[in-house]
């Protein structure tokens, strides 16, 4: 058995965040407590390796000294406490330039005796894994992945094992995770064809499981481990518990982030349900403070740790009604993104466009933080 998890995104966030006593801010320590939640399950169950499939940082190409120590010591932690061993794989955060390479990779700072990082595909043994895996890091071109994933399949039959006793675990966009994102990355389908046992991908901040039906291999996009910004609302996040037979999710400890607007309809006695210890915002109609402020405090009885309350002027709201239309209900700001410019004309490839576009959103949301 081995614990497995993606997109840490470990930062010094500054949104709903302080600074604790030792100097960490809450919402990375909440972070690492997470790294030590699941290691400690791990070993409770006998298993004793943590994968982390890529997006251990979040600022690409700058790692914060306090962030980078305070993981430092946490994986100690582990290693001291529950004989925690970690192998690494970069993604696209964690990367200075566009493709895996260890000098350029953050996560390399981490290697030392119960870490192992790698910038190049890996193979993990029966005796480190508790089962066969090939780890492949991240790729800035989907065409070179794919023939990657292809050498790795012949190199494999090349020494008479079978694929079908390996897992994959890659940082790759997949298809289909993200509700309304344009097709750009792996297809699914084509994952299911590879005749691996089992495909686990980190890049999209969803944990989704694509039914396998007639394909040999199961596709699983392993999800966040935490929500860490608003365009997170409304996915899964948390880490997996990977046995040669089962694959068992752990949902997050930390708080969500919930937008109420986003939501199509809901039932007034289900919102202190959602908003109850989550990071809330909320739309309202309103043309004085005082009906902010108590929008605002109608929450936080509720429960929630933060509210963000953006007022709309009534006269404002009644003519948005009329323009509505053009996003769909309870989209996210990057299916919203994608969808606009999806229906671009005059543009020859407006899925990199859309690639690119959410990339500089992302850039956009950490300079905001």
């Not at 686990?200 to 291999?217: D, E, I, Q, R």
Request: glycine share 8%; proline share 4%; hydrophobic share 45%.
């Amino acid at each position: 058995m081995y614990a497995l998890m993606a997109d840490l995104h470990l930062h010094q966030w500054s949104a709903f965040a302080s600074t604790n006593p030792d100097g960490v801010n809450n919402r990375l320590r909440g972070l690492l407590d997470e790294i030590e939640r699941a290691a400690a399950e791990l070993a409770s169950k006998g298993g004793n390796t943590v994968v982390m499939a890529g997006d251990v940082f979040h600022v690409r190409g700058s790692v914060n000294p306090v962030v980078l120590n305070s993981l430092i010591d946490c994986l100690a932690a582990c290693n001291r406490k529950h004989g925690t061993q970690f192998v690494i794989i970069p993604g696209n955060h964690d990367l200075a330039g566009r493709d895996s390479e260890r000098l350029g990779s953050a996560v390399t700072a981490l290697e030392c005796g119960y870490v192992r990082v790698t910038a190049d595909s890996l193979e993990l043994s029966v005796s480190e894994l508790g089962g066969s895996a090939m780890l492949v890091p991240w790729h800035e071109s989907v065409d070179a992945l794919t023939a990657e994933i292809g050498t790795l399949i012949e190199e494999i039959k090349a020494v008479g094992a079978d694929p079908s006793t390996y897992d994959l675990i890659l940082h790759a966009p997949i298809d289909g995770v993200i509700d309304g994102l344009p097709a750009h990355g792996l297809d699914p389908a084509w994952l299911g064809q590879t005749g691996f046992r089992r495909v686990f991908s980190g890049h999209y901040h969803n944990h989704k499981v694509f039914p396998a039906g007639l394909a040999p291999t199961e596709v699983i996009s392993i999800g966040a481990l935490a929500h860490h910004t608003w365009s997170d609302v409304g996915t899964k996040a948390g880490f997996l518990l990977v046995d040669e037979g089962e694959v068992s999710w752990r949902k997050s400890h930390l708080p969500q982030f919930v937008d109420l607007a986003q939501l199509a309809t809901v039932d007034p006695d289900d919102v202190p349900l959602l908003v109850d210890g989550n990071y809330v915002r909320v739309r309202v109609e309103a043309d004085k403070s005082k009906e902010v402020e108590q929008a605002r405090k109608e929450l936080m009885d509720m429960g929630a740790r933060a509210v963000l309350v953006q007022p709309m002027p009534k006269t404002a709201a009644v003519r948005a009604g009329t323009t509505a239309a053009t996003v769909k209900t309870g989209a996210s700001l990057e299916a919203s993104v994608a969808e606009f410019i999806k229906g671009m004309n005059g543009l020859a490839d407006s899925a990199r466009v859309a690639a690119a576009a959410l990339d500089v959103l992302a850039s956009v949301e950490t300079s905001g933080d």
